[in-house]
């Protein structure tokens, strides 16, 4: 166990909905990343926060957004849902933002859009 | 830019035997290299990490990597194989972005191991 939390485990939609994953980092982190993983593309780094603040960004969608709450805890906002979207979605934090700083991973959520 | 090389997307050994995974890596600054474990439906777990210092990294569950400069490489081996080993593996670096880092993985191995 990671000590960082996501939910749900699995969510099923239609194309063109909106769904909100959630994240909560292990205690004392301040750093929440967000990742996609999908058979075709692999595991692709989406997006940084650093203590409520955006810090980074990769290959993210327009159609997505995510923040990160005074709790710290973060939330990655997908919309105008794809069938493509489909994928594995993963949270990590580390302490700091520093490169040298192991990411911990939650246990994923699952998306399936249908 | 960074980027990241697996080579071979699936891996077989048999229990007690050697295991050697490869990842060959380029950065345009001193890399900080990761490798982690996958089980199935779970998240990713670190192994083992690079940043600086020695250059033969020890791991968890009897894993170790070395780090070696003049080859770009960073290959994951452990002497002798278990079934509880079976898992994709990933390997990864730091990318320094403008603010912030990012993760930058290869596209995995998947390990199996029979008896």
């Known amino acids: 166990d990671s000590g960082v939390t996501q939910t749900p485990k699995h969510l099923i939609t239609a194309t063109g909905q909106r769904v909100t994953l959630r994240c909560s980092p292990r205690?004392?982190?301040?750093?929440v990343y967000w990742y996609q993983q999908s058979l075709d593309q692999g595991l692709q780094f989406l997006i940084q926060?650093?203590?409520?603040?955006?810090?980074a960004k990769g290959n993210i969608l327009e159609r997505f957004s995510a923040q990160q709450f005074p709790d710290l805890h973060s939330e990655l906002n997908l919309s105008s849902l794809e069938l493509g979207d489909s994928a594995l979605y993963f949270c990590?934090?580390?302490?700091?933002?520093?490169?040298?700083?192991?990411?911990?991973f939650g246990p994923g959520t699952r998306l399936l859009v249908l | 830019a960074q980027s990241v090389t697996q080579l071979g997307s699936h891996v077989s050994v048999s229990e007690g035997a050697l295991v050697l995974l490869r990842c060959n890596y380029s950065?345009?600054?001193?890399?900080?290299l990761f490798w982690y474990v996958q089980y199935p439906n779970q998240g990713l777990q670190l192994l083992l990490k690079?940043?600086?210092?020695?250059?033969l990294v020890k791991g968890i569950n009897g894993f170790e990597a070395e780090f070696k400069k003049s080859e770009t490489s960073f290959h994951l081996t452990k002497p002798s194989a278990h079934m509880s080993d079976a898992a994709e593996y990933f390997c990864?670096?730091?990318?320094?972005?403008?603010?912030?880092?990012?993760?930058?993985f290869g596209k995995g191995t998947t390990l199996s191991v029979s008896s």
């Open positions: 990590a934090s580390s302490v700091s933002d520093h490169g040298r700083e192991t990411q911990y």
């Open positions: 205690s004392g982190d301040l750093s």
């Open positions: 926060y650093y203590n409520g603040e955006e810090r």
């Open positions: 950065s345009s600054v001193p890399p900080y």
């Open positions: 690079y940043t600086t210092g020695a250059t």
């Open positions: 990864a670096v730091i990318f320094p972005l403008r603010a912030g880092t990012a993760l930058i």
